[in-house]
């Protein structure tokens, strides 16, 4: 009998997992251990790039077949001090979410070198980054003209 619900909950297992993954993106929402996972690592890649500890206030989050794409504007705890908005490619091995690529920080009118533009930046990531699902950018990055 042990042995038989022990088969059951595997199988239940893998089927609600297999299902998550055919669900297609999905945003983790606040106070969900995934979601805080992937703040995690970003505050990890923001603190080892300008010595600073932030937390972020989350403008896109979309999660798919173990990637993430997330775009948010860092501050400090105290929320008066602001830095630059950061938008980041996560995806997650051995359990871990870590960051794959960053967008470039680009100012509109300013720096308009190929790089900064949606259309390029999205074709270098699906170069570099084959498996990461498309469904995880915003819809603006994914129809660049």
Request: proline share 8%.
């Amino acid at each position: 009998m042990k042995h038989k619900i022990a088969a059951l909950l595997c199988a239940f297992s893998i089927i609600a997992s297999s299902l998550a993954f055919a669900a297609g993106p999905y945003t983790p929402l606040p106070g969900n251990p995934e979601r805080k996972a992937i703040l995690d690592a970003l505050r990890k890649v923001v603190k080892r790039m300008s010595g600073l500890d932030m937390v972020f206030v989350v403008h896109y989050l979309k999660v798919e077949q173990g990637w993430a794409w997330i775009a948010t504007s860092p501050q400090s705890r105290d929320g008066r001090n602001h830095a630059e908005d950061v938008a980041v490619l996560l995806h997650k091995r051995q359990g871990k979410w870590k960051m794959a690529d960053i967008a470039a920080s680009c100012e509109p009118g300013v720096d308009d070198t190929p790089d900064c533009s949606a259309k390029t930046f999205i074709k270098r990531l699906k170069a570099k980054y084959p498996l990461a699902p498309l469904t995880i950018f915003p819809p603006s990055m994914r129809h660049a003209k």
